[in-house]
């Protein structure tokens, strides 16, 4: 963490909490945890209410489709931690790794279905450049993708842009994969709330 | 539908008008990622348009300059939050601009 408030300058009451985490989890306090845990009515409890509704909300997406968004767009960013957290969850949604990891390695020949694809593909783009045009959006809905299912999608996507840029720029360690999976296990009973 | 409307208008709410350690004009600029100026120009350049190039060295550039680490740990916040809200912005108009005429 490239800020030593981030790491340590943390209330007393979330220092226990950490403290318990580690107790029962076995695993130290994720940096994500961290910053979202650290003067939290500035930015981790606003924040942890859009995630929450992005990733756990109503929607005609399942929840793996949703990790796999996240995953996705971190793929796209860089940014690593996200990319593995997130990809862990989606397995886990999905009870299937593989599928997760063909959509990272290639996105055309991915065994997803065709909306979905062409979600990802968009949200890529919109990563990658900063913005879509409504031709973009016009062969989303052609696709066969309802304009809610693109809102979702683009929540999704607001969540993991914000998120990726602070995992890079306060450089989140990034931990094994016993890490993520327990956190996989936590996000999947909890949410983000 | 997922709604996030109003959370997102919060959280800019929150970060931009709210109180903090560092102003609120530093603030909106960061967010804005205009009109500030170096060092703190080239950090949130980057959070903004290639995150994972921000190094050591632009921190602690910015933290030498007189800024504080939660000075800093808000700006970058809001230079996220402005970046992605952008985003989401042009990704929803375009939608509607879809939406109009299929």
């Known amino acids: 963490m490239r800020l030593a408030v981030l790491d340590e300058g943390h209330s007393f009451r979330a220092k226990l909490m950490f403290g318990m985490i580690r107790l029962f989890s076995g695993q130290r306090v994720v940096d994500a945890v961290k910053l979202v845990m650290y003067r939290p009515e500035f930015y981790g409890n606003p924040m942890k209410r859009i995630t929450h509704e992005a990733m756990r909300g109503p929607s005609a997406w399942s929840v793996g489709d949703r990790e796999l968004m996240a995953a996705y767009v971190s793929k796209v960013n860089g940014t690593e931690f996200c990319i593995k957290a997130h990809s862990a969850v989606a397995g886990r949604a999905y009870q299937d790794d593989a599928r997760v990891s063909a959509t990272l390695a290639d996105l055309d020949t991915a065994p997803i279905s065709e909306p979905l694809r062409a979600t990802l593909g968009m949200l890529g783009k919109l990563a990658r450049e900063n913005t879509v045009d409504a031709d973009d959006m016009r062969a989303l809905l052609a696709a066969g993708v309802s304009r809610a299912q693109i809102e979702d999608a683009l929540a999704v996507a607001f969540s993991f842009n914000v998120t990726d840029r602070l995992a890079d720029a306060f450089n989140f360690t990034v931990p094994g994969p016993k890490a993520f999976a327990a956190g996989a296990k936590f996000l999947l009973a909890r949410g983000y709330r | ?102």
Request: with cysteine; charged share 30%; glycine share 6%.
């Open chain 2, 1 to 102: 539908m997922a709604d996030i409307t109003e959370a997102r208008k919060a959280i800019v709410a929150r970060i931009l008008a709210g109180d903090g350690k560092a102003s609120r004009e530093q603030r909106k600029a960061a967010f804005d990622n205009a009109g500030l100026s170096d060092p703190l120009r080239t950090l949130i350049e980057k959070v903004a348009k290639n995150a994972r190039t921000v190094t050591d060295q632009d921190v602690a550039a910015v933290r030498a300059a007189g800024l504080s680490e939660d000075q800093i740990f808000e700006l970058v916040v809001c230079g996220a939050v402005g970046q992605a809200v952008r985003q989401n912005e042009r990704g929803l108009a375009a939608l509607a601009a879809a939406a109009e005429r299929v």
